[in-house]
């Protein structure tokens, strides 16, 4: 059966890691055979945005919606509406509250576990580190803040001696640590909730000596570890491909294998530059011609069947 | 009247100064009840900052005003309009997006004595649902005065009342003063036309230069002693001349015809010719058509029917801009419409040399600057606030959207009633100017809500009626009840009735 | 005849919207009652934010913090009512909308008193509201009774009324004419309601004429923030928690009084224009999701028709003009 | 009270003040700087003022947009998407057609969509709120299709560009070297030029203008047009300061640049502002960003006290230039 309607709901534009999504919601799509239409919303809206965009696609007549939730609680109206009338829904990327929706998320708390623990480790357990977080009020901030806290635990005499929001954007955080840098504070590490590239920049251009730096999998960071100079520094992977795993559970549960636990965790990865194993993990994965603000992680084993061709073509069925 | 009574309003020594301009100096008034003194001065003398003052639109830096006998600190219009001073400002007051009956509302009017005003001042037909904005601005002036007398005033300033005015008009608001005089009230009376003043007030108090220079009854011969305290000096009273005659226009095609042009429900089928060099004066009451006639001439409206030739060629005008390149420059009767408020005085005349996409690079400044100053000079323009032309009295600002078009040098002018609210010396100014104008062989389509300025001016006049011509004459022979009865149609009759 | 002339940007944009429910039910066939009920659902913080800026627009001003002011009292009532029994939730409602109407009038106040420009005063509230938002909830939480998320949801079932035409009636239609109509029936009425429009006609005739300028201004911003207030409430109640990043509601907002016919500058138009264009716009997204288009195209598709329907408005309310004229 | 008195010291200064605005709003910035260097003592050096500097300069020539069509009473919400569309286009072209022709290729479509713009406001009289707001949408719309087709070519950030926008010699940064021309012309244009005069003209009253022979469709096609192509340069000078291309990286500096025209004193309604206002105005925003990033106080706090900030600076700036 190549016949199933599928609907997607994603509340951020203009940003790499949600046009990756999106592609590989296509490839999946397309590269299972079994979609034979994609009905994607895909704009710059709140979750009553959101709700809306959700209650469109129940109308539209979907068989299971995708949604990458702009936050975790605020969309169950919706999503029971959907439930009720027999759509599978999905949640990728964060997780929803809603019982009777699955999710297939990465997990935040870790990705930020993961990099600051390898981050405090690598200062010997006690140092100056700035934390530069993504968007203030946003429920992905705040479960990434949660892991990183959680590895401050752990290591106590880590210092953080300055805090601020990004907001995700690339000018506001280089003006940022250019500012920080200005102001002669001596610092020994930096985490960023993804804004990394430019943090390297404003070091390389203000002439700072180059600290421990925690980012993400994006193409332009993960160049940045293998090619500049004593930087020294770990991407964790958040793939944006979750987008297609979330097709393939999708079309699991429609074809009768839904999974026991409704449940379903990414983990992250940390590829770090510091080992010889770490440097060929990021060697293979380095791809300069990606967008710089594409993941290089782009497919999930197990979950997604498309190559690296499909993704970057970016179609779904019928395109 | 006997000095020992306690006047109804005084005013001592009031100041104010707006940033550089000194608008008051010290200016002092006395009004007692069942008078009316004239409150009069050059344009910029600060006649207006005084009512303002005196109705608590503005504060004055000192100075002390009093309400039978009471300091009246009047902290806000809607004070003094509780002690019964009740204004007419220089510009309406009616809220341009209301409807007339909604602008009643607002300040409590009944409508039942505004309606009897409006009967009284010859409108009383007039719908309440209209938007005030929609409104002619002589409509307006007269919806503010019936509004002030429906609320039995005590004390009225007419603030350039009847400068927007035709004479018909005028004559029954003179009609209504006086019978509020009657009825004990105090009236303040602002004009620039000594006829006016003469008609209806006892006294008249002189403002120069922000200072209260004189308080002289008014009597017959009062007017040239008025003048001389107004301008601090004599002027040249030879300079206003009666006009030539028409028979010595020049030859050749007429710079512009109207050929039975008519326009929306108000103009019907008007033609006339406007020679090089000839000042054609235009009379008609109130709405009878003329401000059709000059949109359709200067290409803000197009006509419903006839054309227009300049010089001899067939034109039509898709908008003011092709009017202008035909050599015709409108001037407005509204001042607010032709202005740049929040610019400079500068600006608002340089304003026609740079429309042209041609004339977008650099200015050329000094030629400019040059250019500016000599309309300035020629209509006297009070350039004391020059920064931004809403800090200029209201004559000035007229006087700009002349300047204009005087320095832009343009071959055809349509001023629809320049002289609005212009002093005196300005006026003697302006009617030799138009006239040398004129000679220099310009040609002039002169609207006038005055008629005795017609014959200072104007080489021959139309009158028109009901939106059609009823009458032409030579300026000479055009005394002001000759024009009365033409205006208002009697001629057209006597013809039928031939 | 007056009535087509003065209503003939409104009818435009009604004629827009029955054209558009048309398109709706040809590109959806089985589009119906419950698609009109989402669509109200969807369009009541729209509707709420766009009936604030209408009235700030109105008396001359703009209001940049509206959103972010919808933030503040949705965080509020979610933080207040996680965990509050259904009776004190009503009282909590009524609070949170003395909240808005307090926070408006504040925005008022520094305008009237600061003499700085509208337009300088919300921007630099917008911030500021947005820190209070962010001061009372770092991340989306809290909740909602169950009694303000059952407001907007469902159709009204009129008694004797077949259910068939009843639930073409969304509650959060009703909710909206209610809250709306219950502040500006009144307020268009009175005395304030003029003087509000008198302001944003010609401020200074307004003073001279005796209008209290400072007052009424500073009402108007409060009734403004009342609204804002019903907009986060509402957006409380429809998501169930609140979330203290300022939804797409400033933009909209703007967008909207200026397709409902409010004209910028103050003076002229209602909330009924500005209200009809939130739904033509929340319709135009349904469509596009039914199209099922590229969604990077569906930008686009927005934006153009966001342009033509003001183009498409302009004509017809100026034909409307000319023919009454005529 | 007499009137002699009114003519001290105070009066006069204050006279001053009024007829240079552009005065005390740098004494504002000052003071700024001044409680910057209390708050983190030492970080007012060398590389803090050229990095000021730095951020201020792209965000002025986005504000001059703000400023132009404000004047004529409009706006230009489309001005960041442009920005973001000519960057993100010059970004992944270099690879593909060279530095040379990527720069045109990049502000091909600043022009267009400016021309877009000036074609609805001057020409089918829609507002220019919704125009631009409209072309904005369908300007990321084509950006997001555009984005698709470049995925794998690879972006470059040619030398030229970071040299402009990172660059710098003492506390001058190279992008001066851009932007002293630039804000000359435009500070002449305003001033001295017949099409700046117009911009004025109509902003205060098209009317008026109308009726002096002016055909607004004209300024308003030629002025949305160059708005676009200055979002568009300044776009490629986001591209060189930040040197990573995104397809928002100009969008989040929209309300920034609007923000900067109204603190240095542009009215929205028109007719009224300069530009070197607007330049303090940017400068003043990108100090009092630095401010509140070092200050360590909770984000809440941090937005509020922006605000409040912003609310002082203008509210002061206003008492010393009003006329009595
Ligand atoms: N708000 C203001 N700011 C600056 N200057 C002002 C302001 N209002 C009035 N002035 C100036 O004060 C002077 C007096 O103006 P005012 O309007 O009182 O004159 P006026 O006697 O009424 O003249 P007119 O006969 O032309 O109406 C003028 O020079 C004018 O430019
Ligand atoms: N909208 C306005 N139009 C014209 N003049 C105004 C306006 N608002 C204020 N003014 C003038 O500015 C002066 C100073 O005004 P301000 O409102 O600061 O003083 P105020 O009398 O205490 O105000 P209020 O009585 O309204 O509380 C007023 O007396 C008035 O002359
Ligand atoms: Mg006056
Ligand atoms: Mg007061």
Known sequence: ASDYSIGVSNTVQGNGWREQMICAIKAQALSSGKVSDLNIAHRNTDAAGQLEDIRNLIQAGVDAIIINPSNPDGLNAAIQEATDAGIVVVAVDQAVSAPTAYVLSNNQEEYAYLGAKWLFEQLGGSGDVVYMRGAAGASADSDRDAGFHRAHDEHPDVNIIHEVFTGWQQDQGKQQMLDFLATGIPLDGVWTSGIDNVIVDAFLESDSPLVPIVGADNAGFVGMLSSVDGLVGAAVTNPGSVGGAGIALALNILGGDAPGDRTVLVDPALWENQTEEGKATLAAAENPNLDPEWPVSVSIPGWTDYSMEQIIACKGPGE | MSDERIPLLEASNVTKIFGAVRALTSASLELFSGEIVALLGANGAGKSTLVNVLTGAIRPDSGHVRIRGREFKAASPTDARQSGLIPVYQESSMIPDLSVADNLRLTNTEPAPFRYWLGELGIGQLGLDEEAGGLPLATLRILDLARALASEPEVLLLDEMTAALPTDLVRKVLDVIRSQKARDCGIIFISHRFVEVAAVCDRASVLRDGRTVGNLAIEPGVEDRIVDMMLGGSIDAAAARKAKSADDRAPGLPRLSAKGLSAGTNLADVSFELHRGEVLGVVALEGQGQDELFEVLSGFEKPSGGFIEVEGNKVSFEHPADAIEAGLAYVPGDRAAALLMQRSVRENIALPFSAQVSAWGAIPVKREGERVAEAIERLQIDTRAQGEVRRLSGGNQQKVTIGRWIATGTKTLLLFDPTRGIDIRTKRQIYPLMRKFAKQGASVLYYSSELEEIPLVCDRVIVIFSGRIVDTFNAGDADESTLMRAAHGLALSSAEAA | ?326 | MTVAAAEGPAIRIKRFLSEYPVVPLILLLAALVVALEVIRPGIVNERWIANTIKFAIPLAMLASCQTLTMLTGGIDLSVGTIATISSFVMATQVPLAGTASAVVIALVPAFLLGLVNGFGVGICRVHPLIMTLGTGLIGIGCLQVYQRFVIATGSEVPDFLAWLGTGRIWILPHSLLLFVPFAVAVVFMLRRTGFGRLLYALGDNENASRLSGVRGWQVFLALYALSGLIAGITGLLYLGLIKAPSLSLVEPRLLPAVAAAVIGGTSIFGGRGTYSGTIVGALILTVLTTMLTVMQIPEGTRRLLFGVIILAVTAIYLRLTEES
């Open chain 3, 1 to 326: 005849m007056g009535f087509f002339r003065r209503e003939s940007w409104n009818l435009g944009l009604v004629a827009i919207l029955a054209l558009l429910f048309v398109l709706t039910k040809v590109v959806q066939p089985n589009y119906g009652a419950s698609g009109i009920v989402g669509l109200a659902q969807a369009a009541l913080p729209f509707a709420f934010a766009a009936a604030a800026q209408a009235i700030v627009v109105i008396v001359g001003g703009i209001d940049l913090s509206i959103a972010s002011m919808m933030a503040v009292t949705s965080v509020a009532a979610a933080v207040m009512m996680e965990g509050a029994s259904e009776g004190q939730a009503f009282w909590i409602a009524l609070f949170i909308l003395a909240l808005g109407t307090a926070m408006g009038a504040l925005n008022g106040i520094l305008i009237v008193l600061t003499r700085v420009p509208d337009i300088v005063v919300t921007l630099a509230m917008l911030y500021v509201w947005e820190g209070v938002a962010l001061m009372i909830l770092k991340a989306p939480g809290g909740g909602a009774s169950d009694w303000l998320m059952g407001l907007p949801i469902g159709s009204i079932p009129l008694p004797g009324v077949p259910e068939s035409v009843s639930s073409f009636l969304p509650k959060a239609l009703l909710l909206l004419v209610v809250c709306i109509a219950v502040v500006w029936v009144p307020l268009k009425r009175s005395k304030l309601g003029l003087q509000i429009y008198a302001i944003g006609s010609s401020e200074q005739a307004a003073y001279r004429t005796g209008v209290p300028v400072k007052r009424s201004k500073v009402a108007a911003y409060a009734i403004a923030g009342l609204f804002a207030a019903m907009g986060g409430l509402v957006l409380t109640a429809s998501t169930g928690i609140g979330a203290p990043i300022p939804g797409p509601y400033l933009l909209a907002s703007v967008a909207a009084v200026v397709l409902g016919g409010v004209v910028l500058g103050g003076g002229r138009g209602g909330l009924l224009g500005p209200i009809i264009a939130v739904f033509i716009l929340r319709l135009v997204r349904t469509i596009l999701t039914f199209l099922a288009v590229d969604p990077n195209v569906t930008t686009i598709v927005e934006g153009t028709i966001m342009v033509a329907v003001v183009m498409v408005g302009g004509v017809l309310a100026l034909r409307g003009r000319r023919r009454s004229a005529a």
